[in-house]
């Protein structure tokens, strides 16, 4: 900038915010930066609405609420929707000042997806929004510009290296390792319940174990990474991925304890059943693959958002089963002492045909021998397959517009992605 006082002053929509000329050369907004490459007021008004020299004022005819929302990204990383403006007027905001949905947190970016599937914006058209909304001014705020330090920089791409697959080329990289350091476990862990794994262990140990053990500390060394560059550490773990991580590497360090301990691991003792089930809990590993994949992801949140049907679906199969079990029991082995069906015996027994027959599996292990039982099963059938396609509806459109939002983050992270690899 060559031109003006070395204090710039920015008008937005009625709200002053000075700056120095080092800050308006590094401010995090695009729009604002590219100010200081400017020689002649022309190029300047190819960037604001209108400039003033004698205060050095650039006036910009934007909505004063959602700037200063933007203003508070610029000060402490965290980008939020304003309170009762569209999400698409922020967003169209955002472009204007030079910064992407990605910056938003994920909460907001989980309701402008939501926004942008009901009506049916794909990612290519996201440019071209064009909402003009028009608010009341702010009085004048005098504002001091705190940026992101560097390690404040350095954690927020550290966490998205490691939370976010496809941020970037590292994040990719990462993600590509984490998933072939899933898939040899899960091969180890099938290997070694086949009949010769034992014969070969002995041959193979200490192959055996470095393999292991590889795996394991790079799943050890991802968990403790993503804690320690997490926004918020309690936040980090109550989620649940983060839960199935801890469960599916505790077992190892338990295992290896109780070794140092002297106990055995293959004993029939109580000690032997619990190394083993401690083992198998290596198959947790396989919900790691929920990070890489946008299928497992698609149906996870799937299934969080439609808990409430699954909880009524659950509910009619079991008020269903308890109904027929008590009549199956009775019409196959309470009525007719003589001819007892002594798979009926109990209503628990009852339960087992019961479910298998309104799922329609049908094993054939157990079945109806009396007319009455006969009848009875064909009612259980038919009632099983209208009450589990009621709330299947519900799950479908849920999961449809799960994948929408999920292929919309996938793609403009695919955007950024292509940006970084031609800069």
């Known amino acids: 900038m060559k031109f003006g006082k070395s204090i710039c002053v920015l008008n937005v929509g009625g709200t002053r915010y000075a700056f120095t000329r080092e800050v308006i050369k590094d401010f995090p907004l695009r729009r604002v930066s590219r100010l200081h490459a400017c020689a002649t007021e022309k190029e300047v008004l190819e960037l604001c609405d209108d400039y003033d020299r004698d205060r050095n004022e650039f006036f910009f005819d934007r909505h004063a609420q959602a700037f200063v929302f933007i203003m508070l990204y610029v000060r402490s990383g965290k980008l939020r929707f304003v309170p009762g403006v569209c999400e698409l007027s922020f967003y169209t905001e955002m472009l204007y000042w030079g910064l992407e949905s990605a910056h938003l947190d994920s909460c907001c970016q989980k309701r402008l997806d939501d926004r942008m599937s009901e009506i049916g914006m794909d990612s290519e058209s996201e440019e ?114 983060n839960i199935i991580d801890i469960i599916a590497i505790t077992p190892y360090y338990v295992t290896m304890a109780l070794a140092r301990a002297g106990m055995p691991g293959a004993g029939l003792g109580v000690a032997g ?123 479908y459109h849920s999961f449809v517009q799960c994948y929408h939002e999920l292929k919309l983050r996938s793609a403009r992270y695919e955007r950024s992605l292509s940006i970084e690899v031609l800069q």
């Not at 705020?141 to 550290?158: C, D, I, K, N, S």
């Not at 006969?374 to 519900?394: D, E, K, N, Q």
Request: neutral net charge; hydrophobic residues 50%; contains cysteine.
């Open 128 to 241: 071209g929004i064009e909402v003009s909304v028009d608010e009341p001014q702010s009085p004048v705020e005098p504002v001091q510009l705190t940026a992101l330090t560097g390690r404040a920089r350095w954690l927020e791409m550290m966490r998205k290296a490691f939370e976010e697959p496809n941020s970037s080329i590292v994040a990719q990289l990462l993600a590509s390792i984490s998933v072939i350091f899933v898939i040899v476990s899960m091969f180890m862990l099938c290997a070694s319940t086949l009949p010769d794994w034992d014969t070969a262990k002995k041959t193979t140990v200490e192959e055996h174990r470095i393999v292991e053990t590889v795996c394991i500390g790079w799943f050890t060394a991802e968990c403790i990474v993503r804690f320690l560059v997490a926004r918020n550490k309690w936040d980090f773990l109550r989620r649940p991925l």
């Open 273 to 395: 059943v619990f190394l083993r089930v401690l083992r198998m809990m290596r198959v947790f590993w396989l919900m790691k693959l929920a990070r890489h994949f946008m299928g497992l992801q698609t149906l996870g949140l799937t299934l969080t958002r439609c808990y409430r049907e699954m909880v009524m679906l659950m509910v009619f199969v079991c008020v269903a089963m308890a109904i027929y079990s008590a009549l199956a029991q009775l019409l196959e082995h309470g009525l007719d002492l003589e001819t007892r069906n002594h798979d009926f015996a109990s209503i628990p027994a009852a339960a087992w045909w019961v479910i298998i027959s309104m799922t329609t599996v049908g094993y054939g292990d157990v079945y109806p021998v009396t007319i009455g039982g006969r009848v009875l099963g064909g009612m259980c059938v038919v009632s099983g397959i209208v009450l589990l396609a009621l709330p299947i509806t519900f799950i």
